[in-house]
């Protein structure tokens, strides 16, 4: 993956927005730089495609639910933020209908920039900064694992939140994605859960069963085989 050269935030990123923004301006700039060089887009393509449709779009759905107006200072701002929302997905699927190596890097790169825009306002805007997907359990440093990383520390998430945090993060994984969590306890409750609201869209399988480390691998089932 391709150096950030303007959208990497300054500092440690532990908060949600700056890992979103990073993600996006990543997957753009790796197929910027496969568009320019003349390689087949195919991969970079797919793969920037695959993160709108399974991080960004339900990212957006997400806060959508989660902000209610009480969390903004009026109704005006609400409206405004949905608008954003509207764009950002327009935004979306005008990478999806480039054909061009140009429009694709003209189309990414507006997305990145409009993205930057709506984070910079909502969180001026919003009272409280740290509400949002993890629903006001606040961003530690438990945040950036839980999203960037393959291997999830579950004892690491805060215990009133940890359920819907797991639960969130197997529902934004791609087809085909594999994640491991690992935990002190049997993680069956969790698994119990997710099955009501997800049967048979993900594959568990214990490859460490306690009794004091249980580590859990989850693949999301493929669409075409599940």
């Not at 306002?121 to 961003?139: F, H, K, L, N, Y």
């Not at 119990?192 to 999301?220: F, K, L, N």
Request: charged fraction near 25%; hydrophobic fraction near 40%; charge should be negative.
């Amino acid at each position: 993956m391709t150096t950030l050269t303007h959208a990497a935030p300054a500092g440690p990123l532990v908060d949600e927005h700056s890992v979103l923004l990073w993600q996006t301006c990543a997957y753009a700039e790796d197929l910027s730089d496969v568009a320019q060089s003349g390689q087949r887009v195919t991969s970079a393509f797919d793969a920037m495609l695959g993160f709108l449709h399974y991080r960004l779009l339900p990212y957006l759905h997400d806060e959508e639910r989660q902000l209610p107006p009480s969390k903004l200072r009026d109704e005006h701002m609400t409206r405004l933020l949905i608008a954003d929302h509207a764009r950002l997905r327009a935004d979306v699927d005008n990478v999806e209908s480039s054909r061009t190596r140009r429009l694709l890097t003209l189309a990414s790169g507006v997305l990145v920039d409009r993205l930057d825009h709506h984070i910079r306002r909502e969180e001026r805007w919003v009272a409280d900064p740290t509400a949002g997907a993890t629903d006001s359990a606040g961003t530690e440093a438990w945040a950036v694992p839980l999203l960037l990383t393959d291997d999830i520390d579950v004892d690491a998430l805060p215990a009133e939140h940890l359920s819907s945090l797991v639960l969130g993060r197997l529902q934004r994984m791609r087809p085909g994605e594999t994640v491991r969590l690992h935990a002190g306890h049997d993680l069956h409750a969790l698994w119990r859960r997710h099955h009501v609201r997800s049967p048979d869209t993900h594959v568990w399988v214990y490859e460490v069963a306690g009794p004091a480390d249980w580590i859990v691998r989850v693949t999301h089932r493929n669409c075409d085989t599940a």
